[in-house]
């Protein structure tokens, strides 16, 4: 009997240990995640099949699978207005910035990825979500304003840099939908892009991809 509890007691302690031990494993395997936007809010979630069905003839679902986000023109009709930067830099992880608006609250996600450049996108690395301010909110449409951001063209002929980047800015607004690319952005869209960047809390290299 004595034997038996000695075993018992040993095995108990292994079997604490051991569960100790995984979750020290499995936290250090999980992505970086904040996460305070309200359950009950409108807060668009990935869906691989609805991607399929939306995506357009142009864009990568690959690109959508690894930050496990929906395109921007595919959000759900609960969303009045959305704003996404995807910026894709040479030596650094791609970053997913995101604002929408029900109503007249705002939220605000942010991911970036583990991997560099576009060719190997890999997997989310951290992961921040959160209501904005309506002075937050307030900024970014100021800013886009300022930059004429629906009236700016597609694509431009621009002097590409060797070692720069991709800011894929696009938008949504009573469901019409418009996408702007720059490889060498003005000082008006990198104000943007910047602001964006900073409201994430992400860490990020963009300054040094910037005038």
């Known amino acids: 009997m004595k034997r038996f ?14 569960i100790t031990f995984t979750s020290i494993w499995i936290s250090t395997r999980q992505p970086s995640l904040v996460n305070q936007i309200p359950a009950s809010k409108c807060a668009p979630a990935y869906d691989a099949t609805l991607v399929k069905e939306k995506i357009r003839e142009n864009d990568d679902p690959n690109l959508f699978r ?17 704003y996404s930067l995807i910026w894709i830099p040479s030596f650094h992880g791609p970053v997913l910035v995101r604002v929408w608006r029900v109503g007249d609250e705002p939220f605000m996600s942010a991911k970036s990825l583990d991997s560099k450049d576009w060719s190997r996108l890999g997997n989310v690395k951290e992961n921040n979500a959160r209501s904005l301010t309506k002075s937050e909110w307030r900024e970014i449409k100021d800013l886009l304003a300022r930059a004429g951001y629906w009236q700016l063209s597609e694509t431009v002929d621009e002097s590409i840099p060797n070692d720069g980047a991709v800011w894929l800015l696009d938008g949504l607004n009573a469901r019409q939908y418009h996408w702007v690319r720059r490889r060498v952005p ?9 602001r964006l960047i900073q409201l994430s809390g992400l860490e990020t290299a963009h300054g040094l991809y910037l005038p």
């Open 5 to 18: 509890l000695t075993w018992l007691a040993v095995a108990g302690s292994a079997f604490v240990l051991g």
């Open 66 to 82: 690894a930050f496990q986000e929906l395109p921007l023109y595919a959000m759900p009709d609960c969303v009045d207005e959305a």
């Open 186 to 194: 003005t000082d008006q869209y990198a104000e943007i892009c910047k």
